[in-house]
Nanobody, 115 residues
Framework: QVQLVESGGGKVQPGGSLRLSCAAS????????MGWYRQAPGKERELVAF???????IYADSVKGRFTISRDNANNTVYLQMASLKPEDTAVYYC?????????WGQGTQVTVSS
């Protein structure tokens, strides 16, 4: 059974930092592209960043230079380091794993940026 479990969300002040983690089980982790998506209230889910099995990272324009995605294949975990957080980064953040037609989602973790 495939499971993606996110952690690390919380409330932070503008300009602060958080690191999200997504631990995967039940998949051959190193062949999957791993991504982070987010969904703010009243908005559609959007891509934040993804990292391929080969380690290539792609970012949404809105987070370039502030967020860093990385993966630890030995521990089946993908990370999202978020810095210089803004109120508009407030959303539920979801982890996604995909490999060809196989797609899996985590349950999400809330990130709130507010003073």
């Amino acid at each position: 059974q495939v499971q993606l479990v996110e952690s690390g969300g919380g409330k932070v002040q503008p300009g602060g930092s958080l690191r999200l983690s997504c631990a995967a089980s039940g998949v051959i982790f190193n062949i999957y592209t791993m991504g982070w998506y987010r969904q703010a209230p009243g908005k559609e889910r959007e891509l934040v960043a993804f990292i391929t099995s080969g380690g290539t990272a792609i970012y949404a324009d809105s987070v370039k230079g502030r967020f860093t995605i990385s993966r630890d294949n030995a521990n089946n975990t993908v990370y999202l380091q978020m810095a210089s957080l803004k109120p508009e980064d407030t959303a539920v953040y979801y982890c996604k794993a995909n490999q060809r037609t196989r797609i899996y989602w985590g349950q999400g973790t809330q990130v709130t940026v507010s003073s």
